[in-house]
């Protein structure tokens, strides 16, 4: 069999761990800077490793003939997608207009954390609302 | 689901990357359906029937009646 020769010659589990391994040290990064007051070293760290790794992420399956991910990969991406919605959206809609009644009730105060925490559930909740009438809106 | 990917493949002497290339796809998800954890897309699965030379149902079986 005639096998073609790859301009970037890369294995597709060297592709990830490079590009997970790039963000790992990018959070290390930053943990450091955090811990040894030194955060703009960190952020400085994490940008750069984060960028290089979604650089390598998205432009490598560019110049390279070797498949680096298919429709397996994009099958796992949409179950953990759905299990991590689901898991989300069971959590917040069984706990979260409880904690309202509570709060207004004075049985109970939310915390500033959280807050945070409802707020970036409502955000994901309605990004995926979008994201769900683009799709459907495309299909 | 039930297939006959590895028995095609060894009957033509090729190694999962060569398939994995030929049908444009990873070798891990040839690997994947052949250890049968993995059920390939009907386009997939038309690739790999077009590739081998036989029918879709000659190459998968989805085991509709449970036995």
């Known amino acids: ?139 | 689901m039930d297939n006959q990917v590895t028995e095609r493949r060894n009957e033509r002497d090729l190694s999962q990357g060569e398939l994995a290339e030929a049908v444009d796809v990873t070798r891990q998800t040839i690997n994947s359906i052949e250890r049968e954890r993995y059920d390939p897309s009907l386009e997939l699965a038309f690739k790999l029937a077009a590739y081998f030379d036989c029918r879709v149902d000659d190459l998968f079986d989805p085991d509709l009646d449970g036995e």
């Open chain 1, 1 to 139: 069999m005639n096998i073609t020769r790859n301009s970037v010659s890369i294995g597709k589990r060297t592709y990830e761990r490079t590009v997970w391994i790039l963000v790992g040290l990018g959070c290390l990064g930053l943990w450091s800077g955090i811990y040894l007051d030194a955060q703009l070293a960190g952020t400085i760290t994490y940008l750069v490793a984060v960028w290089v790794a979604m650089g390598i992420a998205f432009g490598l399956p560019r110049v390279t003939e070797t498949k680096l991910s298919d429709e397996r990969d994009e099958a796992h991406h949409n179950r953990a997608s759905g299990l991590m919605f689901s898991i989300a959206a069971i959590a917040t809609i069984s706990v979260v207009p409880a904690l309202y009644v509570l709060d207004a009730g004075g049985y109970f105060t939310i915390t500033s954390t959280m807050w945070g925490g409802i707020y970036v559930l409502s955000a994901l909740a309605l990004l995926y609302g979008l994201c769900y009438g683009i799709v459907l809106w495309r299909n």
